[in-house]
């Protein structure tokens, strides 16, 4: 059985994961509440399977919005699965809460980004 996660961090970036995503693991976890952070899959074990446990067991999905989030696939489909899980058949019986942080970007930003014709066609390619 896989384990059970009350907060999922989903991130792009050694920056992010050291300056942002590491100490509000740390604060998280020092008051009880379990987080998932990528460096915990255990060596050997599938990634994407790994991913997919912790997105599919975690009530809080904090999705780090950094100036270079999208140019990381694989953080680009975790927030595919999340969107998913939102709107998956199971959702109402599991309340799953989405929390956005932008670090060191705009949220407008990120709107006017993902919307770009280019975005849209780099992503479909990705």
């Not at 994961?17 to 987080?35: E, H």
């Not at 953080?75 to 019986?93: H, K, P, T, W, Y």
């Amino acid at each position: 059985m896989a384990p059970h996660y009350d907060v999922f961090l989903c991130h792009h970036g050694p920056d992010t994961k050291r300056n942002l995503v590491s100490v509000l693991s740390g604060m998280l976890c020092s008051i009880g509440i379990t987080c998932f952070v990528d460096h915990e899959i255990r060596e050997g074990s599938e990634i994407v399977s790994g991913i997919t446990d912790a997105l599919e067991s975690s009530s809080v999905h904090v999705v780090i919005f950094s100036p270079n989030f999208e140019t990381s696939k694989r953080a680009l489909d975790e927030v595919v699965q999340i969107i998913n899980l939102q709107s998956s058949a199971g959702a109402s019986l599991r309340p799953r809460k989405v929390i956005p942080l932008f670090c060191d970007v705009e949220p407008s930003e990120v709107r006017q980004r993902a919307s770009a014709p280019e975005y849209i066609l780099k992503r479909g390619s990705a």
